[in-house]
C-alpha cells in the first residue's frame, strides 16, 4: 500500500459481507472505499437475463431467510431502504416418489397436521426454535468466541445438534416424510447430512421456515446488494467495480483494509508479508463440495404431481433421507450421483417482476466438476413434475468448475467459501482467537469462509468490522448501533 490516500478503510469485495463490513465502517464515521473484481456488485447475491431476454435470474443466491432474520439485517431494515421482501406460504416442498410430498408451510400448525404421525415430532423438534428464533439467529450468526446470550436456547439447539448430527436422527420419527424433510434442509451444506454442522444449518433453516419463512426479494437478490451500495454512497463511501485487486500493494494507504477474499485470495495477495506458519494455517483450509446452476425460462408454471409443491419458493428434489446420504457421500467421494441432490427456487409464485416463470436449480457436485448437469437436473425435476420438459424455453449452466469466474470465493463450485465440518465452521479460516485478524496489522478477513460461515446475513463482516474498528481506531460501539 503505497501513495497518499483519502481513505480510512478499504474493503476488497462488494458482495454482502464486504458491503455490510463498508457500511459499519462508514457508520462510525469513516471514509471507505470498496473495490470489486466484477463489473457488478453483489457477489453471491446478483440477478441477470441468463436464458432469454426479460427473464430475470438470480445467479447464486436466490432465496434469504437471513435477509430478514440475520442481526445485521434486522438492523439495516431492508424494507426501509427499498426491498420487498416477499415471503411464500410454503416456505419449503419435499416431494417424494410414490406422489407424496412433505410440505413445510410457513404456518408451523398447518405443518404437523400435514405430517400426521410425526406431526408431533416435528413440533417438538422445531417449535422451541422457532418460538425463541432471535436466540438461536444469535448464536447461528456469531463469531463463536463468546458465551451465548440465551443458555436455556442454546443448550436445546445444541442438544437438537448432537442428536440430528448422530445415529440416533431418527429416533423420534415414525414415517419417511419428516425425515426427508429435515435431511433436505442440512443438504444445503453441500457434505453428508449425518453430522453436526449441516445438522445445525437444518434446524437454523428449519425454525426460521416456520418464523420469518423463506422470502424472495421482489425484482431479484440484486435489489438486496443495490440497496447496501445506495446507503454505503449515502455515508460517503465509494465503490470501485471492475478492479481486479492482484495485492495488497495496490491498494491506497488505509488504516484497515477488509478482505472479502478466500484465504487462497489472501496468500497471493499478501505475497511474503504472512508468516510461514499462517500460511501453512491457511493451505490447510479445505474447500468443500460443488454446485452445478441449472437456470430455466418455462412457458408456464411446473407441473408437479403433488398440488402443494406449486406454491413452494424452495424445492428440495432428493427423495428419501437415505437417497440424499447416498447422493451426499458419492459428491464428498468425488463422484457424481446418478440420482444426485437438487435444490430448486421457483421465485414467480410471490414475484411477478422475473419476466415469467423462472426455475432455479443447483446440483451438487464434485468440486471442480466440469460436467453440464442441465439433463441430470431435468430428469430430477420430471421425476415428480411430468411434462417439465415441454415447458423449456431455454436454459443456462454455470458448471461447478466456471462458478470462480462469476464470483473467486467460489473456489471449484464451492459456493460455501469452504467445507461445512464442525472444525471448519468454528475454526475458520484457522485456529485463531481472533479469526478475522491477519498477522498483518490493519489487514482482516471478512468473507464467508471465516465465522459464521457462508449465506447471505453479511455478519461476517460485521463482525470483522468490529474487531478492526476496536483496534485500528479505538471505536467500542456495538457494531450493530453503527448499521
Not at 52 to 66: I, K, N, Q, T
Not at 414 to 439: K, M
Amino acid at each position: 500500500m503505497t501513495g497518499v490516500s483519502d481513505v480510512d478503510a478499504v474493503v476488497v469485495g462488494a458482495g454482502p459481507n464486504g458491503l455490510a463490513a463498508a457500511i459499519v465502517l462508514a457508520g462510525a464515521g469513516l471514509a471507505v472505499r470498496v473495490y470489486e473484481a466484477a463489473g457488478t456488485i453483489g457477489g453471491g447475491a446478483r440477478t441477470a437475463e441468463l436464458t432469454l431476454p426479460g427473464f430475470r435470474h438470480d445467479v447464486c443466491s436466490a432465496v434469504h431467510p437471513m435477509a430478514i432474520a440475520s442481526p445485521f439485517f434486522r438492523a439495516f431494515d431492508l424494507g426501509a431502504h427499498g426491498v420487498e421482501m416477499r415471503t411464500p406460504e410454503v416456505s419449503y416442498a419435499h416431494p417424494l416418489d410414490g406422489g407424496r410430498a412433505g410440505i413445510a408451510w410457513h404456518d408451523l400448525d398447518r405443518t404437523t397436521d400435514g405430517l400426521g404421525v410425526d406431526g408431533a415430532a416435528w413440533r417438538a423438534l422445531l417449535g422451541p426454535l422457532r418460538d425463541a428464533w432471535p436466540d438461536v439467529v444469535a448464536l447461528g450468526m456469531s463469531d463463536f468466541r463468546r458465551l451465548p446470550r440465551a443458555p436455556v436456547t442454546a443448550a436445546r439447539f445444541g442438544a437438537r445438534v448432537l442428536e440430528q448430527g448422530s445415529p440416533l436422527w431418527g429416533r423420534r420419527f415414525h414415517d419417511q416424510v419428516a425425515p426427508a424433510m429435515i435431511t433436505g434442509v442440512a443438504a444445503h451444506a453441500i457434505t453428508p447430512p449425518r453430522s453436526p454442522a449441516p445438522a445445525g444449518v437444518a434446524l437454523l433453516l428449519g425454525a426460521l421456515a416456520h418464523a420469518g419463512g423463506w422470502p424472495v426479494p421482489r425484482g431479484g437478490s440484486q435489489s438486496i446488494v443495490d440497496a447496501l451500495t445506495a446507503e454505503l454512497v449515502r455515508r460517503g463511501g465509494s465503490v470501485i467495480t471492475g478492479h481486479r485487486v492482484a495485492s495488497l500493494d495496490e491498494l491506497p494507504p488505509a488504516r484497515a483494509v477488509l478482505l472479502d477474499v478466500t484465504p487462497g485470495a489472501l496468500a497471493r495477495m499478501a505475497g511474503d508479508r504472512l508468516p510461514a506458519g499462517y500460511l501453512r494455517a491457511l493451505r490447510r483450509f479445505r474447500h468443500g463440495a460443488a454446485a452445478c446452476k441449472v437456470d430455466f425460462a418455462l412457458s408456464g408454471p411446473v407441473p408437479w404431481t403433488v398440488p402443494e409443491c406449486a406454491p413452494a419458493g424452495t424445492l428440495h428434489l432428493g427423495g428419501s433421507r437415505a437417497e440424499i446420504v447416498t447422493a451426499e457421500r458419492d459428491v464428498l467421494a468425488g463422484r457424481h450421483s446418478e440420482r444426485p441432490f437438487v435444490l430448486a427456487s421457483q421465485p414467480h409464485v410471490v414475484d411477478d417482476s422475473r419476466g415469467g416463470h423462472t426455475l432455479w436449480t443447483y446440483a451438487h457436485v464434485p468440486n471442480g466438476s466440469t460436467v453440464d448437469m442441465t439433463e441430470a437436473v431435468t430428469a430430477r425435476i420430471e421425476a415428480f413434475a411430468p411434462g417439465f420438459r415441454d415447458l423449456v424455453l431455454a436454459s443456462n449452466v454455470i458448471t461447478a468448475a466456471e462458478a470462480s469466474t462469476h464470483n473467486a470465493n467460489y473456489v471449484g463450485g464451492d459456493i460455501a467459501a469452504g467445507a461445512i465440518s464442525l472444525r471448519q465452521t468454528v475454526f475458520r479460516p484457522t485456529v485463531r482467537w481472533n479469526p478475522y485478524a491477519t498477522p498483518i496489522p490493519g489487514v482482516y478477513l471478512c468473507s464467508s469462509s471465516t465465522p459464521p460461515g457462508p449465506g447471505v446475513h453479511g455478519m461476517c463482516g460485521v463482525h470483522a468490522a468490529a474487531r478492526a474498528l476496536r483496534t485500528r481506531f479505538g471505536v467500542r460501539t456495538d457494531p450493530l448501533e453503527l448499521v
